[in-house]
């Protein structure tokens, strides 16, 4: 046997917002700890400019926030199959491509795992989203080449991909005790994923699966968007979005939309994106509103910002109150605040849309809502309750099954590459 196929094959959920590493010992699937103890790590890579280092997850976020001059990326994945992934962006060490830090971020889980196995894993089975980019195959495509030349470059010799829901499926079948028809979701921070399978104790031990693939279905909606929705409606209109000037015209808004997506708010710390914006101050009625989104840039708090806002949603969702967060670092006193009420109104329409893509699965399935045994949960953003609420509505009298939110995926992937 050679070394590379004696090598452990590993499952890597590479996510929008976290990602996780899982291998298959015996018949027990195992999530590594790639963050101390944590089995998962935020997608977020920080190039610290003080002393040229590089660091992952958690830790790159905290460097971050506690001020350290550098580059904070996040949602690295949103890039896949966007122009942006063909520019190069400048850290300490010079210009990169995106593809290159997507690169240094999967090298950096495939060293985590080896610290775990005791080898470098060679052989991997990647997840990807039904669809990284809506209606657009080619550009698809592009993005699933992407990921593949950054996993080689990652140095992983063997990678296969497989869809994101289709492994939670996998994974789902390790607890079932029954023959079962269900709709997977998995709603996650950049994409919706749905899959009717059969699932059961018997076919788990399959190595071909497709015939109980009924159908899949996706849509790029996911929790980075309800950050964005929010942060446009709660936070926004505070540095002057929807701020009628002194013509009695608005703000020119496209400012305020990069700065509430997550992979774009970088570029506007960029000396041309800071010239552009103290420009549009001749577009203000009130120059403080401006004042607060030329803070924001300068000192480079829009991360910061969508965090905030990002935890505002998580803590109102799971507490069903209304959450504020203070914003006492661009003005004494200033605040921002979120009910359940505003929350499930300002989602509704992606909400339906997300529930729509659930429905059209099960209809591309042959089948009708009530045919189905279960429909299994998975991904963080299935936790959101205006969600929950949408979906048990509109799937009356189908059991809700909550699974792990952020582990099933990469389980699922390290399922399948047990049979390559
Ligand atoms: N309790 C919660 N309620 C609502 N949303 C939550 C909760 N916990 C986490 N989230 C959201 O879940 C998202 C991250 O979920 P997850 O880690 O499953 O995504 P991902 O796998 O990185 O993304 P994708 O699969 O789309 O690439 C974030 O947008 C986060 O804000
Ligand atoms: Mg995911």
Redesign the pocket.
């Known amino acids: 046997m050679s070394a590379a196929s004696s090598a452990p094959s590993i499952g890597i959920?590479?996510?929008?917002?976290?990602?996780?590493v899982a291998c298959r010992v015996g018949e027990q699937t195992r999530l590594l700890p790639i963050e101390g103890d944590a089995t998962?790590l935020p997608?977020a890579i920080f190039f610290n400019a003080e002393d040229r280092t590089t660091h992952f997850g958690r830790e790159a976020v905290a460097l971050y926030l506690a001020g350290v001059e550098g580059r904070l990326m996040r949602s690295l994945?949103s890039l896949l199959g966007s122009a942006l992934m063909q520019e190069k962006t400048a850290i300490y060490d010079g210009l990169v491509s995106f593809e290159d830090i997507i690169a240094r971020f999967l090298h950096e889980l495939g060293q985590r795992a080896a610290r775990e196995l005791g080898q470098v894993p060679q052989r991997v089975v990647i997840?990807r989203?039904v669809h990284f980019v809506d209606d657009d195959s080619k550009r698809d495509q592009r993005a699933e080449d992407s990921l593949r030349h950054a996993a080689r470059a990652a140095g992983f010799q063997d990678i296969a991909f497989q869809l994101?829901p289709i492994a939670a499926a996998f994974d789902y079948e390790q607890r079932v005790t029954k023959e079962s028809l269900v709709l997977i979701v998995?709603?996650?921070?950049?994409?919706?994923?749905f899959t009717v399978v059969r699932v059961g104790p018997e076919r788990a031990t399959r190595a071909e699966r497709e015939d109980d693939v009924l159908a899949t279905t996706g849509v790029h909606i996911?929790?980075?968007d309800?950050?964005q929705r929010l942060n446009l409606d709660r936070v926004m209109p505070l540095l002057g979005f929807r701020h009628n000037g002194l013509q009695g015209r608005e703000v020119p808004s496209k400012v305020f939309f990069e700065l509430s997506s997550w992979h774009l708010i970088n570029w506007l710390y960029a000396p041309k994106a800071i010239r552009q914006a103290q420009e549009l101050r001749t577009n203000y009625a009130d120059p403080r509103l401006h004042a607060r989104l030329m803070i924001v840039l300068e000192e480079r708090y829009g991360h910061r910002l969508a965090s905030e806002v990002?935890?505002m949603?998580?803590d109102s969702?799971?507490n069903d109150a209304p959450v504020s967060i203070g914003l006492g670092y661009l003005e004494t006193g200033l605040a921002a605040s979120l009910t359940p009420a505003d929350m499930a109104q300002q989602l509704a329409p992606l909400l339906a849309d997300v529930v729509a893509c659930a429905h059209a699965c099960v209809k591309r399935a042959g089948l009708r809502s009530n045919d189905l045994d279960a429909v299994y949960l998975?991904?963080?953003?299935?936790?959101?309750?205006p969600?929950q609420h949408a979906l048990r509505k509109s799937f009356a009298g189908v059991p809700l099954v909550e699974g792990d939110?952020?582990g099933g995926?990469a389980a699922g992937l390290a399922c399948a590459a047990r049979f390559r």
């Open positions: 959920d590479f996510g929008t917002s976290n990602s996780a998962t997608t994945k997840g989203p994101e998995d709603i996650g921070g950049g994409t919706s994923d996911g929790g980075t309800f950050d990002e935890q949603k998580i969702s799971v998975t991904g963080g953003s299935s936790a959101l309750r969600f939110l952020f995926v």
